[in-house]
């Protein structure tokens, strides 16, 4: 059974940052994408970025510049570094990897990052 384990939210000030880690088990396949997603109250989920197979990357644009996705390998999921956060960041952030060939998406239960003074 995979489980995606987020890690690293929390309360911090504007212009501040935060390390989002994902720790995953049971994972069993190749992953073709990877990526962080966030949900404020009453909104929809919405990708912040994701990393493929190649290692190739890509940002919402609220983010480019400020965020940055990363991992160890190909096969373990990813980190997010977030600098300069604003307010506006304040969401439940949620891990995600795409299992190759299937599409099946796999998903955390997300950490809480707040972004207040």
């Known amino acids: 059974q995979v489980q995606l384990v987020e890690s690293g939210g929390g309360l911090v000030q504007p212009g501040g940052s935060l390390r989002l880690s994902c720790a995953g088990s049971?994972?069993?396949?190749?992953?073709?994408?990877m990526g962080w997603y966030r949900q404020a109250p009453g909104t929809q989920r919405e990708l912040v970025a994701d990393i493929y197979s190649d290692g190739s990357k890509n940002y919402a644009d609220f983010v480019k510049g400020r965020f940055t996705i990363s991992r160890d390998s190909a096969e373990n999921p990813p980190y997010l570094q977030m600098n300069s956060l604003k307010p506006e960041d304040t969401a439940v952030y949620y891990c995600?990897?795409?299992?190759?060939?299937?599409?099946?998406?796999?998903w955390g239960k997300g950490t809480q990052v707040t972004v207040s003074s």
């Open positions: 049971g994972i069993r396949f190749r992953i073709t994408r």
């Open positions: 995600n990897v795409e299992q190759l060939g299937t599409g099946a998406n796999y």
